[in-house]
């Protein structure tokens, strides 16, 4: 199984990455690419810009990233209530990619963090009920409130409860897979 994960951040110190990343090492056995945000800037979203310049080569090889893969983890972080605008430009160019949608209807486990008590709980709630109408099969979410008391750079989610509450996503998500090459 070929896995796409990233955090739906630019930042350098993105707790959200470092989420993802970890949460990505479960799956060991499997090809796992970790993307950085910082490599695919591009302009602001505009049907003006598009219709000037055309779609931004770096949007098509993000595009064909996710078209490549089996499984899309994202963790997102979460700005004022909602996606950050790095997530949010690629996520609109993406949605654009002419004969596709977004996500190219890939399996999709969402995960959220947030140094607070809410663990990014608004932003996952939103990608999960608008991921699927732009192609995503969303198997799986997870929220880690209070990220900096949760989780160490060495040991990752430090949480005996929310450890097993991931090892059980993770499982889901695998168990879906497994049902899958079944069929």
């Known amino acids: 199984m070929k896995i796409l994960a990233f955090a739906g951040s630019n930042s350098n110190a993105s707790i959200n990455k470092k989420l993802v990343t970890h949460t990505a090492s479960f ?18 979203f505009s049907v003006d810009k598009i219709a000037k310049t055309g779609m931004p080569e770096v949007a098509l090889d993000f595009a064909k990233k996710i078209d490549e893969s089996d499984l899309l983890l994202i963790s997102l972080a979460e700005n004022n209530g909602s996606y950050t605008t790095a997530f949010k ?15 190219g209807n890939k ?8 140094p607070g008590p809410r663990g990014g709980l608004t932003v996952l709630e939103t990608a999960k009920n608008t991921f699927p109408h732009f192609g995503a099969n969303v198997i799986e979410t997870f929220s880690l409130p209070n990220f900096y008391a949760n989780f160490n750079e060495e040991n990752g989610i430090v949480n005996e ?9 993770i499982n889901s998500v695998k168990n879906h897979f497994s049902e899958l090459n079944k069929e």
Do not use: C, G, Q
């Open 89 to 103: 430009n690629i996520y609109d160019w993406i949605s654009v990619v002419p004969d596709r949608k977004a996500f």
């Open 27 to 44: 799956f060991d056995n499997h090809s796992v690419e970790i993307l950085d945000l910082n490599d695919y800037e591009m302009p602001l």
């Open 107 to 114: 399996p999709i486990f969402i995960l959220a963090s947030s």
């Open 161 to 169: 409860a929310f450890i097993t509450e991931l090892e059980s996503k």
